[in-house]
């Protein structure tokens, strides 16, 4: 495990954050290294998905993550409704 330099986070060796960031993190600056490199100078920030509401507070590096996978899913979805009314 590699700890995070202000000594509030560590992460596993399978990228998974064990920290539970809340609103009092947003704006803080963090720097982190896990399997995929060493990251410096992250910000904290909040996104939430437009479709489903659900919200992600953390590094930036994992808010783009949140953001594509549910981008991704909501369009399968909708791709999948849309099917169902044609063939309806």
């Known amino acids: 495990m590699s700890k995070i330099a202000d000594g509030n ?3 596993a060796d399978d990228d998974e954050i064990n920290y539970m960031y809340t609103e009092h993190d ?9 399997r995929s490199g060493s990251f410096q100078e992250e910000k904290i920030v909040l996104v939430y998905c437009q479709v489903c509401g659900a919200r992600f ?3 930036i590096r ?5 953001l594509g ?4 899913f ?3 979805e909708f791709k999948i409704q849309m099917n169902e009314e044609l063939e309806a």
Not at 62 to 66: K, R, T, V
Not at 69 to 72: K, S, Y
């Open 9 to 11: 986070e560590e992460l």
């Open 26 to 34: 947003i704006g803080d600056i963090v720097s982190y290294s896990n």
């Open 57 to 59: 507070i953390g590094p």
């Open 62 to 66: 994992y808010a783009g993550g949140f």
């Open 69 to 72: 996978g549910h981008e991704v």
């Open 74 to 76: 909501h369009t399968w």
